[in-house]
């Protein structure tokens, strides 16, 4: 929306202008001081430019974390479904092997006890 193009008016050189201000930052590693003189209107664009930009990209993060939970999500479900059905059919096909394999047996034994 603002892009940084923002310009001061004319009266807006230095301390011609009533509502310049002057502001000092010190940093926290370094505590070096850093002082920052503009019109207060320009700077209050340029702050808001600035979190404009971080709020848009904040919102295309959190869209593009969404997008892959879903994502995600669908995947899960597929392979739930899919390692439910094949777990089944193991299942099913180890109980027929093992109900002849008794079936068998219990015919060897009918046998046994007639002889």
Known sequence: ?????????????KEQCGLWVTTTWQNEITQAEKK?????????????????????ATQK??????????????LQETLGKNLSLGLTQALNAITEQLKSQIDKEIESIKLLLTE
């Open 36 to 56: 920052n003189s503009e019109c207060a209107i320009v700077g209050l664009y340029t702050f808001m430019a600035r979190h404009e930009n971080r709020a848009i």
């Open 61 to 74: 993060a959190s869209e593009q974390a969404r997008n892959n939970s879903a994502k995600t999500q669908v």
């Open 1 to 13: 929306m603002f892009n940084g193009l923002i310009t001061p008016c004319k009266k807006c050189v």
